[in-house]
């Protein structure tokens, strides 16, 4: 069963902020929230990732609610190569827990 | 950041005969491995679990028979899809995670398989 709802599809000026939200509603106290996206025909690429607090890194910020109910990635300058698919995950990280996607969002930049 | 290598990039075979997929971790040694299949426009979807040293585990529906996992070493998995037919013809990825973080997985850049 899929543990996180995103929307199918968002589209995003080029230069702009890409804010691309997920529901996680049921998420447990010791999953992690993931971020990866696939540009078409490759691997899914780690984007960012984060228990509870908010993180950045050198690609996007991710947002977690206080909740932990829902999150929002941000990709601040929106660029064409950042036309992908870009999938929540939610996880446990230990145990070797395996990472099972869902359906994601297309992101589509446009100039 | 970690790098996971993927061989071969797309395969082209006929029916009947076994392609060998080699899934490896370039700068770390990743105790667990996991494949996905993938296809058209589809998600990605979990086949099997690859442990070093012991058998895989498979997800429900995935044919153990057809679909051999040997993870030999602690930076090498082989997935093999055995007696290939037109409807195994999909997209498989294989990820990696970092046996010290046990945080991320890393992802291979995947195999295209098309059986005639």
């Known amino acids: 069963d899929a543990k996180t709802t995103q929307p199918t599809s968002m589209d995003c000026a080029e230069g702009r902020a890409a804010n691309l939200p997920c529901n996680h509603s049921t998420i447990s106290g010791n999953e992690y929230v993931y971020w990866y996206r696939q540009i078409h025909s490759q691997g899914p690429q780690y984007i960012i990732h984060?228990?509870?607090n908010n993180e950045t890194n050198e690609m996007a910020s991710l947002i977690i609610t206080e909740d932990r109910k829902s999150s929002t990635l941000i990709l601040p300058h929106a660029t064409l190569r950042d036309t992908a698919v870009y999938y929540c995950?939610?996880?446990?990280?230990?145990?070797?827990?395996?990472?099972?996607f869902g359906a994601g969002t297309r992101l589509t930049v446009k100039p | 950041g970690a790098v996971v290598s993927q061989h071969p990039s797309w395969v082209i075979c006929k029916s009947g005969t076994s392609v060998k997929i080699e899934c490896r971790s370039l700068?770390?040694?990743?105790?667990?491995m996991f494949w996905y299949r993938q296809f058209p426009k589809q998600s990605l979807m979990l086949m099997a679990t690859s442990n070093e040293g012991s058998k895989a585990t498979y997800e429900q529906g995935v044919e153990k028979d057809k679909f051999l996992i040997n993870h030999a070493s602690l930076t090498l998995s082989t997935l093999t899809v055995t007696s290939a037919h037109p409807e195994d013809s999909s997209f498989y990825i294989c990820?990696?995670?970092?046996?010290?973080?046990?945080?991320?997985?890393?992802f291979g850049s995947g195999t295209q398989l098309s059986v005639l």
């Open positions: 700068d770390f040694q990743a105790t667990t």
């Open positions: 995950i939610v996880r446990v990280a230990y145990n070797n827990n395996d990472m099972r």
């Open positions: 990820s990696a995670l970092d046996r010290v973080s046990n945080e991320k997985l890393f």
């Open positions: 984060g228990l509870k």
